[in-house]
């Protein structure tokens, strides 16, 4: 009796240990499966995030560019104008000059 008590009791030792074994794979294999689903989601996101930061990058890029040009011209207008400005100033000088002796 006390060996088919011992044999019964180690046999649902056994069952028991091996479905808790059975489960604890199963929820690690379940833990890994969920940590690469949101490996590849990050992956994802952050490759979407680095390309619209290369669109917004570029578009910053053309924008500044424009003004830059569009400075240049202003620049060049403005730098014609006191070209002249000075032009002027001069022939006012000699003129005041020459009338002054």
Do not use: P
């Not at 833990?31 to 989601?41: A, H, M, P, V």
């Not at 403005?78 to 000059?97: F, I, P």
């Amino acid at each position: 009796m006390r060996l088919c008590s011992a044999t019964l009791a180690f046999g649902l030792l056994l069952t028991t240990i091996g479905c808790t074994q059975h489960d604890v794979n199963r929820a690690r294999q379940e833990s890994r499966d969920t940590g690469q689903e949101l490996k590849t989601e990050a992956k994802d996101a952050g490759r979407e995030l680095k390309e619209d930061s290369k669109d917004a990058a570029y578009k910053t890029g053309k924008a500044a560019h424009k003004l830059a040009e569009e400075t240049k011209e202003a620049a060049k207008t403005v730098g014609t104008k006191l070209n002249e400005a000075s032009k002027d100033m001069k022939r006012g000088w000699e003129d005041a000059k020459r009338d002054g002796k």
